[in-house]
């Protein structure tokens, strides 16, 4: 089929290579000029494992372009994904939809043959219903210009193996006709097993922010069943190993640490928050602002216990930071714990050298004061205390004794909880967890 993806960010640039590797001819809409031309060249300006071999191959193949017209996506295409950013609104702990409805709004009027358009990006529930009929106020084919809502699940770091084999497929529609062209669509997805939920198109929204809220939750509780564990002597590790074995809790997502971030969970749980206000149903998700209380708490934490681990005084105090990105094997730093961590040690006076296998440049972008080391080796050497932040595995594989060889102390606290804790001990480190005995 002939497609195209509005917006290719993260999700964009994914669905859009992700749809050209299924044998769909692709026209990727993106306005930013430096990232246009950055995907034209078959390069992804952020780091997704095996995105920019995929995107490479299939621009060189041509089945894959791009374009900043709404005009020429509209004559290209009959099914129009809908990929924009729905950032924190810079006003409140709304999601800011302008980029969707400038999406709708500049592609509508050009719509003049029978077009789906189907929204993936993440939105507050109402939002479809009202852009359908701005859709149709704006198409020249008026309601043959139909939209649908498909949310997107995909992780960082995973994104083209959750775009090829998704755990589900969610369509909300308001036709048949609208729920035959995706599956006709999705098909070879659905052949291979995944299953499909057809629905409206507020329960569609909802299953994507719900599922995102249910996660940080999970996140928020272990953090917060770590708080207790911290103070009486228990291990939030062998804790969650334990309750994970029960089926109907799972261990997945019960990792007790610096918390959750990135440019999802956060924004989304505040956006649900506010959008129940809106709703009059204020009472009914107040709970997720504990749960971002709880995560935002981690991080002051980390800062108190790092003070209090180096004697009560941060003040030219050496710390080696390990990682800085929200999660492996992604460059991402939005809204970072790690990054936010190593920032306030050293607003409040420490001397800090961050190592991140991929995010120091993203990092230096947004945190450009700190010290970026080349090599995790690099970043302790002199430190007195190492904080480790982002859980890369070559964090897990560095041998001890070569640690041991560069640092001035021998502290270690590890925020991700992965750390074989014992060994460094052994090895004669004040060797920390979250929560850990
Ligand atoms: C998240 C969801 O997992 C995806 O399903 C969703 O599609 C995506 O948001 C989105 O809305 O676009 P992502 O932001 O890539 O994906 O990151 P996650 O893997 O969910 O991790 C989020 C944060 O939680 C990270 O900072 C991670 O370190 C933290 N985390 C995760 C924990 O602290 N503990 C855990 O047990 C698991």
């Known amino acids: 089929m002939r497609i195209t993806v509005i917006g290719c960010g993260y999700l964009g640039a994914t669905h859009a290579a992700s749809m050209a590797e299924l044998g769909h001819e692709v026209l990727g809409v993106e306005t930013d000029p430096a990232k246009r031309a950055a995907l034209a060249a078959g390069t992804v300006p952020f780091y997704e494992p095996g995105l920019e071999e995929l995107l490479s191959r299939h621009v060189a193949s041509g089945r894959l372009r791009f374009t900043d017209s709404a005009a020429e996506a509209a004559a290209f295409g009959d099914l129009h994904f809908l990929c924009v950013g729905t950032p924190q609104s810079s006003s409140g702990l709304g999601a800011d939809v302008s980029q969707v409805d400038a999406a709708i709004e500049s592609l509508a009027p050009h719509l003049t043959r029978p ?26 084919v008026g309601g043959e210009a139909e939209l649908a809502w498909n949310p997107e699940f995909l992780r960082e770091g995973f994104a083209i193996k959750d775009t090829l084999e998704p755990d589900r497929l969610v369509f909300g529609v308001a036709s048949d006709a609208a729920e035959k062209r995706l599956r006709d669509f999705y098909a070879p997805m659905i052949k291979a097993g995944s299953p499909v939920v057809v629905t409206d198109f507020a329960t569609a929204e909802l299953v994507k922010v719900s599922a995102n809220a249910f996660l940080a ?77 709880i995560n935002q708490r981690r991080r002051e934490y980390v800062v108190t216990l790092t003070r209090s681990m180096l004697g009560g005084s941060l003040i030219d105090r050496r710390i080696g930071v390990w990682g800085a990105a929200f999660k492996p094997d992604s460059d991402d730093v939005r ?18 050298s961050v190592y991140d296998p991929r995010a120091g440049e993203s990092a230096a972008r947004v945190f450009p004061t700190l010290t970026y ?65």
């Open 115 to 140: 077009s789906l358009v189907v929204g993936k990006s993440t939105v507050p529930v109402g939002t479809a219903a009202r852009l359908a009929t701005r859709l149709a106020d704006l198409s020249p």
């Open 217 to 293: 939750t999970k996140i928020s509780f272990i953090n917060a069943v770590s708080e207790i564990c911290e103070v009486t002597g228990a291990d939030v590790v062998d804790l969650a190993d334990a309750i994970g074995h029960d089926a109907r809790i799972g261990r997945r997502f019960l990792n007790a640490g610096i918390g959750f971030g990135g440019g999802c969970l956060p924004k989304d749980i505040r956006a649900f928050l506010h959008r129940a206000g809106e709703l009059g149903v204020d009472d009914a998700m107040s709970f997720l602002r504990e749960i971002d209380d």
């Open 335 to 352: 809204d970072s714990p790690a990054l936010w961590i190593a920032g306030q040690l050293q607003l409040r006076g420490a001397q800090v």
């Open 373 to 437: 080391a080349d090599s995790a080796l690099e970043a302790a050497t002199g430190a007195d205390l190492i904080l480790h932040l982002t859980e890369w595995p070559e964090f897990r594989e560095l041998p001890i004794a070569s640690v041991s060889d560069v640092t001035t102390g021998r502290m270690l606290l590890d925020g991700r909880n992965v750390l074989d804790l014992g060994a460094w001990r052994d090895a004669g480190w004040d060797a920390r967890g979250l929560g850990r005995r």
